[in-house]
Nanobody
Framework: HVHLTESGGGKVQAGGSLRLSCAVSTTRDEDEIYDMRWYRQAPGKQRELVAGSTRGGGTRLTDSVQGRFTISRDSARKTVNLQMNSLKPEDTAVYLC??????????????WGQGTQVTVSS
């Protein structure tokens, strides 16, 4: 019912910026999108939540990216973006888009994107 298309990863020097986008496509009008989030996973580390956006407009950022990253959501277009500024080498990871969605039945489901690589060189 749901397909995610991520874009915007790449390589950048420390201090640079990248913008990640995640577009959600649904197959039925009844499908609804709730939470939209960005996670990241670096080699040898656990997956961590970077930023999240609720359907009601609330946002949250993990402490390590506060003041540098911004999450924005366009509910009409079903997209969520992550603007990443002042990037640091420790931000290097695969960034994955996540959505919580419902098929209109009340049951909620998780869906993950394939991930996009972000590499920050010192």
């Amino acid at each position: 019912h749901v397909h995610l298309t991520e874009s915007g990863g790449g390589k950048v020097q420390a201090g640079g910026s990248l913008r990640l986008s995640c577009a959600v496509s649904t197959t039925r009008d009844e499908d609804e999108i709730y939470d939209m989030r960005w996670y990241r996973q670096a080699p040898g580390k656990q997956r961590e939540l970077v930023a999240g956006s609720t359907r009601g407009g609330g946002t949250r950022l993990t402490d390590s990216v506060q003041g540098r990253f911004t999450i924005s959501r366009d509910s009409a277009r079903k997209t969520v973006n992550l603007q990443m500024n002042s990037l640091k080498p420790e931000d290097t990871a695969v960034y994955l888009c996540y959505v919580e969605w419902s098929d209109g039945s009340g049951t909620r489901f998780d869906h993950w994107g394939q991930g996009t690589q972000v590499t920050v060189s010192s």
